[in-house]
Nanobody, 117 residues
Framework: QVQLVESGGGLVEAGGSLRLSCAGS????????MGWYRQAPGKQRELVAL???????NYADSVKGRFTISRDNTRKMVYLQMDRLNAEDTGVYYC???????????WGHGTQVTVSS
């Protein structure tokens, strides 16, 4: 069982920055693929960024060059640095873990990000 707890959301003006954090658990944390997804009002949940156990990253086209995903396996943490935010970035951001062995997805409860234009 993996537990994920997000933090760091809030209200920010367009052009500003936020840093989201996700605290994970489990003895195999470093082996798991971690990611951030978001869901805007009235829309489906979408991928924002992924980071593999080797540190390779993948981003949605809409956030490339503005967002950076990183992980600290020692602390079992995943981060999402979000810069040059715009109103389209508004939504609930969810931390995701796909376990290395079972390939099971776990989700946090989400943290709200609101960007005012």
């Amino acid at each position: 069982q993996v537990q994920l707890v997000e933090s760091g959301g809030g209200l920010v003006e367009a052009g500003g920055s936020l840093r989201l954090s996700c605290a994970g658990s489990g003895s195999l944390f470093s082996m798991n693929r971690m990611g951030w997804y978001r869901q805007a009002p009235g829309k489906q949940r979408e991928l924002v960024a992924l980071i593999t156990n080797s540190g390779s990253t993948n981003y949605a086209d809409s956030v490339k060059g503005r967002f950076t995903i990183s992980r600290d396996n020692t602390r079992k943490m995943v981060y999402l640095q979000m810069d040059r935010l715009n109103a389209e970035d508004t939504g609930v951001y969810y931390c995701n873990c796909r376990t290395y062995v079972e390939k099971i997805d776990y989700w946090g409860h989400g943290t709200q990000v609101t960007v005012s234009s």
